[in-house]
């Protein structure tokens, strides 16, 4: 026995398989067992199957709300935590760039912080008394109070602002490291051919950015979609006014373990599952990641 | 290196950067000045950034430690546990499988590749609900264990481990195999410490996840005495009324371990990313 584990053509499997055992019981078993139970009334002691009756309930305004709050904010993380870490990054490259460390880790420290605290402070810092502090700054342009919290429109710009606050630090790392992997020779050869900055930044950097750009493009739609605590801790636990902090997980949260709606919940998580699935392989492909590279 | 010369355009990034550095940090710093306050004055007037002395004081902190938030520091206690316990365990179980992806060539290994790419795309929220009720069934519910185990082998470190692996030599092991040594032995004795870089750098991800992870743990654990600090933290806010001198105070001494983490293994942290990380 002991010989046979020894052998160099069981090792490898003996390496993966704690990956594989993993990934059967804690991956493979649950999302079929979600799949399943998204087309059953889950009751304790009893379950059976209610066809597409979840799927029919989702087309109500609360799923909506959520669906679209989700969908709102991971456009708008895309929007800021790509372009945005990524300048940032290539400025921080640069040779002209002075003290890039201490900046690196400066933008670095609030990934650092945990969801709860980092809510905890941003709820205090767009509280909705005059003196809280975005108020504050809002009357130095003489601008009245308002509370931050209320609004749909005001409530997901805290959490725009809360989660680049949080992500600019770690994209720009992501970015870095990718910077870091391109040859000087380049830029000297285009350099040479009379290449201006912008030039360089568009024909080399960019292009030689595209791969973490995709990963970076796919953790934040992984992010965006999944995005719950922060909202959790914006408005004090699941239960916003006019579910205007409502996302996908917070209704499959509410469904799931608040109401013990398992089938129900289950629904939501599936839909949630297929939009993820198609937005990211829309994304991949238009990206190009299934094209042939190199 | 280059020599770095003052001229317009660095000082004119210097300050850019000067202005984003300052808004990185500012947040904190209000958290920090909050933290001095007592918890009637930000009810009454919200976060704010004044400096009064006359109502400043290490209370918070000190009530932090009294025998009324004696269950501050077991949360603490149940967070750090956990953290060292995962991190360790799910360094090494993803170094394994990201080493044995790269470096063997057997029947099966793209496909186990594929699977672990799949992991890393699904969010873990959407198979919250059926995991719950295996914990049930499994009597983990409400047990460290429960906490931990699901996500002990997790793709990122796996996916990065392989990119690392995938740079080392593979004369290591022919060479190996040579003296004698087992594929394992190989591992532990030949790439575990190759691989250090990328163990500093996931050491940090991980560490960091586990410290600061919520939604799961919110699932899991139900018993007071159980919760870990995330968890006990968000407890303390409530629609009735928030305990602002336990949060606040204890907010910034959660974040204290991590910034240490940081700072100690931060050179390592870039260098282990840039070395292995994401590239093309």
Redesign the interface.
């Known amino acids: 026995m002991t010989k046979f584990l020894y052998s160099s053509r069981i090792a490898p499997y003996v390496f993966v398989l704690p990956f594989i055992l993993s990934f059967l019981i804690f991956f493979a078993y649950p999302v079929y067992a979600t799949i399943v139970m998204s087309f059953q009334e889950v009751l304790p002691g009893q379950t059976h199957f209610i066809g597409l009756a979840n799927y029919k309930d989702l087309w109500n305004d609360r799923f909506y709300a959520a669906l679209w709050n989700s969908t709102r904010y991971t456009f708008w993380t895309l929007v800021v935590l790509i372009p945005l870490p990524m300048v940032l990054a290539v400025f921080l490259n640069g040779k002209r760039m002075i003290w890039s460390g201490f900046f690196r880790s400066a933008l670095f420290i609030p990934t650092l912080t945990s969801v709860v605290v980092a809510g905890t402070i941003f709820r205090l810092v767009f509280g909705q008394l005059d003196q809280a502090v975005m108020n504050q700054f809002r009357h130095l342009f003489g601008f009245h109070t308002i509370n931050w919290l209320a609004g749909s429109t005001t409530g997901m710009l805290v959490l725009v602002v809360l989660a680049t606050w949080r992500f600019a630090g770690i994209n720009i790392v992501y970015f870095l490291s990718a910077l870091q992997n391109i040859p000087d020779e380049l830029y000297e050869a285009a350099a040479i051919d009379g290449a201006n900055a912008w030039n360089k930044f568009r024909r080399i950097t960019l292009p030689l950015l595209k791969p973490v750009s995709i990963y970076v493009i796919t953790i934040s739609i992984y992010g965006g979609y999944a995005m719950f605590t922060e909202s959790y801790m914006l408005w004090n636990g699941n239960h916003s006014p006019n579910d205007i902090g409502l996302t996908m997980v917070g209704y499959l949260f509410r469904e799931g373990i608040e109401t013990n709606n398992l089938g129900f919940g289950s629904a939501v998580g599936v839909t949630l599952l297929a939009l993820t699935m198609a937005v990211n392989v829309v994304q991949l492909k238009f990206f190009g990641l299934f094209k042939k590279e190199e | 290196m280059?020599i770095?010369r003052?001229?317009p355009?660095?000082l004119l990034?210097?300050l850019?950067?000067l202005v984003?550095?300052v808004?990185?940090?500012f947040?904190?710093y209000?958290?920090a000045l909050?933290s001095l306050k007592p918890s009637k004055e930000?009810l009454r007037?919200?976060?704010?950034?004044k400096w009064d002395f006359e109502i400043m004081s290490f209370k918070n902190y000190a009530f932090l430690f009294s025998e009324s938030a004696k269950k501050y520091l077991v949360w603490y206690g149940n967070s750090l546990g956990i953290t060292a316990v995962y991190t360790v365990l799910s360094l090494l179980?993803?170094s394994?499988?990201g080493?044995?992806?790269a470096?063997?060539r057997?029947p099966g290994?793209n496909l186990?590749f594929v699977?672990?790419l799949l992991?890393m795309?699904?969010?873990?929220?959407?198979?919250?609900?059926?995991?719950?009720?295996?914990m049930i069934s499994l009597r983990m519910i409400d047990t460290f264990r429960g906490v931990v185990?699901?996500?002990?082998?997790a793709p990122l470190p796996?996916f990065f481990f392989r990119q690392y692996a995938e740079g080392l030599p593979k004369d290591f092991l022919d060479a190996g195999?040579m003296d004698g040594c087992?594929?394992?032995g190989i591992?532990f004795r030949i790439m575990v410490p190759l691989m250090a870089p990328a163990f500093g750098a996931m050491a940090i991800l991980q560490a960091?996840g586990s410290?600061?992870s919520?939604?799961w743990p919110l699932?899991v654990l139900k018993t007071g005495s159980k919760l870990t600090l995330?968890i006990g933290?968000?407890s303390l806010?409530?629609?009735y009324g928030n305990n602002y001198d336990i949060?606040?105070a204890g907010?910034v001494i959660?974040?204290v371990p991590?910034?240490l983490v940081?700072i100690f293994f931060?050179r390592y942290f870039?260098s282990g990313?840039?070395v292995g990380?994401?590239?093309?």
């Open positions: 280059p770095k003052w001229t355009q660095s990034l210097l850019l950067f984003l550095a808004l990185a940090v947040p904190l209000a958290l909050a930000l007037m919200g976060l704010n950034l179980l993803s394994m499988v080493y044995g992806i470096m063997y057997f290994r186990i699977f672990v992991v795309m699904v969010p873990v929220e959407i198979i919250m609900l059926p995991l719950y009720k295996q185990l699901p996500f002990l082998v796996i195999r087992t594929e394992y591992f960091l410290w600061n919520f939604v699932i995330p933290l968000s806010v409530t629609p949060l606040i907010s959660a974040i991590i910034l940081f931060q870039v990313l840039t990380g994401v590239k093309g």
